[in-house]
């Protein structure tokens, strides 16, 4: 049974940075892509960016960076310079390998949100 498990969310100060981590249990890296999303009140969840890819959201790029401890079966999401409108919930999220996408739809699994809150 897959499980992802968020944590390292709260408060931050504008230009502050958080630590994301997402412990999983149930899976493999190498057969799985393991990605990021958020969603901010009101906006549909976006894809940020998956372990191993050079993509980034342009909301994101430059200031977030994706990386997994494979022995601790972690993936992590690093967020530097945080501004106010990186404020919401993330989401780390797994689907079996095959045929790129960033849809929500084609991840199967969640974790349980964690929230962010970036202050002015």
């Known amino acids: 049974q897959v499980q992802l498990v968020e944590s390292g969310g709260g408060l931050v100060q504008a230009g502050g940075s958080l630590r994301l981590s997402c412990a999983t249990s149930?899976?493999?890296?190498?057969?799985?892509?393991m990605a990021w999303f958020r969603q901010a009140p009101g906006k549909e969840r976006e894809f940020l960016g998956s372990?191993?890819?050079?993509y980034y959201a342009d909301s994101v790029k430059g200031r977030f960076t994706i990386s997994v401890d494979n022995a601790k079966s972690t993936v992590y999401l690093q967020m530097n310079s945080l501004k106010p409108e990186d404020t919401a919930v993330y989401y780390c999220?797994?689907?079996?390998?095959?045929?790129?996408?960033?849809?929500?739809?084609?991840?199967?699994?969640w974790g349980q949100g964690t929230q962010v809150t970036v202050s002015s």
């Open positions: 999220a797994g689907r079996v390998a095959g045929v790129y996408s960033s849809r929500a739809s084609d991840f199967p699994f």
């Open positions: 372990v191993g890819s050079a």
């Open positions: 149930g899976l493999s890296f190498s057969g799985y892509v």
